[in-house]
């Protein structure tokens, strides 16, 4: 490896060793700059690597509240500006028992890449806490929500950090979070967050933007190698935002979604599943997947037991892993091969681990990496947030339009980054490479800050 790609990722190793999923993150997008390191020294002299593992700003702080029963819970809070290089910090806010400082660090790297890839003036930050929504009631949702926005508000703002949902923060979340820091600053801040409600400032297609903006990412993809959604099976995990609405364009473009799950186990329906049972049971009722098994009843259910999930067993042609960090590993790369994966396409952060991406790159799967293939929501904020700077609303058709040609172009950057690099079909590279080359370029004409 080249040795200075070597070196930054070794002091790195050294200051964050108690960081997994950051090193891990920091390891897959530096170990695929080489082509573009070796070529030119300007990045070694003007340290651009080590400017770019090392976030802008980091605030950590307690998240007091008052549950149901009257007991104090104290919660961490975090928000990590990583950069904001080509635009205001932006990245959502994630509320899971999992969220620690380095789940937080490698999410908010992956997005200044992530977001440099949409072309649109937006930096790159993530946020969130380890509170647990789960089982919560809406009244103690709200309490948690006031008191993380009391903290963060005074972070934040339309032109300084502009936070959004992740797992866990949807709209009721982003709502009473709105909510409150209105209510301190007493102004309507509309670009402040992202993912709002349509009746006070959000955007049409927001919602659905995440999973269609894969499904369009997939088609240019498949499309390149000469092959289309129409006809094929798709397997889903997770049955969250990004699911659901992954599943709902796969069908529209003529594929058949058979399995999706939940962090319990994965429901498998060979004709087909019925997407409007999963909304009901995930949107409405907050349930869990296995009640698909009640409106039907001849599906089949495979319970998680161990690490992996059942639903990387399942014959699919194309796997969308759209649930969590490091859900797809080498043997369930290894059995989706052996299947016959054709393509496999990343809506949730970094699903894949390193290994898995690896293993499938050898074995000629199409592979669509996270930064490139999910940046649809991110693209579609900004949409969100030019809507409310010009204080006028686009159709959904409108934002649907912008959308696809934004993950049409982030396809065709990626395919020729990869082109250039020597490594056709690698879009991993493609991706990691076009996105830096934005990034390095507004760091070194922005002098050392
Ligand atoms: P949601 O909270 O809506 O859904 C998450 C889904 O993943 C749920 O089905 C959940 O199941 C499942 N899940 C969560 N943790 C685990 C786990 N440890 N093991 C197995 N399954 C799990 O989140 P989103 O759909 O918004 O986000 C999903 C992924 O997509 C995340 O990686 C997120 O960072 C990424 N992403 C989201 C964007 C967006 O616009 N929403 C934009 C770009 C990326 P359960 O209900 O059982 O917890």
Redesign the pocket.
Known sequence: MNSYIERVISDAQQKNSNQPEFLQALKEVLSSLEPIIDKDDKYEKNSILERMTEPERIIMFRVPWVDDNGKIQVNRGYRIQFSSLIGPYKG?L?F?P?VNLSVMKF?GFEQIF?NALTGLPIGGAKGGSDFNP?GKSDAEVMRFCQSFMTELYRHIGQDVDVP???????GREIGYLFGQYKRIRNAYEGGVLT?KAICYGGSLARTE??GYGLLFYMREMLKQHNSSMEGKTVTI????????YAAQKAFSMGAKVVAM????GCIYDENGIDLDCIKEI?EVKRG??KEYLDCHPNAKYFE?TGEN?PIWEIKTDIALP????N?LQLEDAKKLVANGVIAVGE?????TTLEATEYFLANKVLFAP?KAA?????AT?AIEMTQNSIRYYYTFDEVEKKLDRIMTNIFHECKVAADEAGVSGNYVVGANIAAFKKLADAMIAQGLV
């Open positions: 959502g994630r899971h999992s999410l992530k789960k959004a949902g992740d797992i866990g923060v949807g993912g933007a995440t995990s997770g049955s969250g935002n990004v699911a659901i799950s939940d962090s319990n995930k869990r997947i998680k999930s759209c649930a969590t960090q859900e809506g949730a952060n970094m699903p996270a999910n940046a649809g929501g991110v904020s």
